[in-house]
């Protein structure tokens, strides 16, 4: 086994989501802004927030209504990815949000959006796992994830 | 994860998620086949309804959307279908074709009825259950 291997074993035992995950994760997100990924999103979900998920526009929009967001509350959106649906709602119904995924490429990607979309002040987006949220106890008013659990 | 999520909400807060599932009921042959199919997870044998409770969560409802999974499922499949061209030069041949195999079985499995998808919500309790939530966390 070379030292690489060697190191790369070593670490699969030291982090606590899979590195090929993470990998298979990031290398998605990276390319996810690219015209024609962008263009099958559209398509498929209606959103256009890089989202590689199932939650269309349709069901991002009943989870608003569900967890009654609105301007003054605060949305934790776990494993968001680049932002959807959470900075959406944020977007559409004024509430504030703090997106939370363990991938650098897909918080970064939120943090584009945020700014091209002028949430500054509502909106946050950290790298962090659902099971190590960097959040305040008692802080949050709703949250929602898709997929994150299975 | 649904501790974490109680430790960070308001008493009362609500939590909405989407999960895929293995329905319950397949034979051990079936249930093999979905879980090389779906994703890591979804072949959890312990119901949501019960981890939400016993991670402090309260008025659970859950709604079936298996239905809009497999039409959503169906549209990235012709959708990448369409753009197969533009999809290459981005992914390049080999991801596009895998893309398209897995939503291929994918959907298959759906209409199998291999995978489920459903919307779990829940509140969270004003109780507290768990008297380490109170003590243990350094966020507080």
Redesign the interface.
Known sequence: MSVQQTTSARLSDVVVHSLI?TERFGQRYA?SG????R??EL???GSDYRATG???RE?AD??GR???LGPGSVL?D?GAGCGWPGLYLATTLGCSVVSVDPIMEGCSAALDRIGSDDLGPRALALLG?????????????????????? | MLRASRRVLRPGGRLAFHTIQVPPGLSAAKRRRASLVGPPGVAVRTTYPSLLRSAGFIEIDEVDVTAEYLATQRRWLAATLRHEEGLRSVLGDDGVHEGIERRRRTVDAIEGGLLSRTLYSATRSHRLRYGRDARSSPNR
């Open positions: 995950e390319v690219e015209a024609a990924p263009t099958v398509e498929a979900l199932y939650t269309t069901q009943d989870i569900l967890l009654e934790l776990i796992t659902g099971e190590q949220l960097p959040i305040r106890s008692g802080s949050i008013d709703a949250i929602v994830h898709a997929d994150v659990m299975c």
